[in-house]
């Protein structure tokens, strides 16, 4: 999980597994993104999700929100090895401008 | 396509020195760019947030004694780091978005290093 995890969270498997992973943020949001980094780039977009949603699915990638607990899930199936990568869950960091809060994140490391 | 430059990728720079980073859009208008720097450990922090023909919002620790931005038009924002020291060290990222959209466009970031 992300938020309120000292340390960053790290998951090795197998291609072709599925993986979870969470994050909890603090205050509200008006969405929640999901980035992805690889190695020597910036984070990229791969999935957002509304307040008024609870799941969002896109190509291998499925998220969900439960805005009660304030909590996001972000699920790939069919892992393949290029989806090695650290993932942030971010929010909104309530500047008006709709610069982004970070999680810690979570690296995914995918075995051919 | 929406792509975003910094330079320099990397910088050394001696401690109490500054060094200037660079950030350019191509392909979209940066309304507001946000500076962001990674540690080590990969955790975010957000320095500010610039928008065209807006103040910029520093969050709490950052100033813009220390960290002066200048965001001149929508392709291009600049950053520097003045009197660097070790706790500075990091990859400075800048998100640049485009109007109402979400979205942020990162650049690869400028890696400082400060012996």
């Known amino acids: 999980s992300q938020w309120g995890e000292e340390n960053l969270q790290a998951l090795s498997i197998q291609e072709g597994e599925d993986v979870t992973m969470n994050c909890s943020y603090k205050?509200?949001?008006?969405?929640v993104q999901w980035y992805r980094q690889k190695s020597g780039k910036g984070p990229a977009l791969i999935i957002l999700?509304?307040?008024?949603?609870r799941e969002k699915r896109s190509g291998r990638l499925r998220a969900t929100l439960d805005t009660s607990s304030q909590s996001s899930s972000l699920s790939i199936t069919g892992t393949l090895a290029t989806d090695t990568a650290v993932y942030f869950c971010?929010?909104?960091?309530?500047?008006?401008?709709?610069?982004?809060?970070f999680g810690t994140g979570t690296t995914v490391s995918v075995s051919p | 396509g929406a792509l975003v430059y910094q330079y320099p990728r990397r910088t050394i720079c001696k401690s109490g020195t500054s060094m200037r980073m660079e950030c350019q859009a191509v392909?979209?208008?940066?309304?507001?760019v946000a500076w962001y720097r990674q540690s080590p450990q990969k955790t975010f922090e957000l320095i500010a947030l610039?928008?065209?023909?807006?103040?910029?919002?520093?969050e709490q620790n950052f100033t813009q004694e220390k960290f002066p931005i200048s965001h001149p038009n929508l392709s291009f924002s600049s950053m520097t780091v003045l009197n660097a020291y070790l706790e500075d060290r990091g990859l400075y990222l800048c998100?640049?978005?485009?109007?109402?959209?979400?979205?942020?466009?990162f650049g690869p970031g400028t890696r400082l290093t400060v012996l």
């Open positions: 971010a929010t909104d960091a309530n500047q008006g401008g709709r610069a982004l809060i």
């Open positions: 205050t509200y949001t008006t969405v």
């Open positions: 999700i509304r307040s008024n949603e």
């Open positions: 392909g979209f208008q940066a309304t507001s």
């Open positions: 610039s928008t065209v023909n807006s103040a910029i919002k520093y």
């Open positions: 998100g640049a978005l485009t109007g109402g959209n979400y979205e942020q466009y």
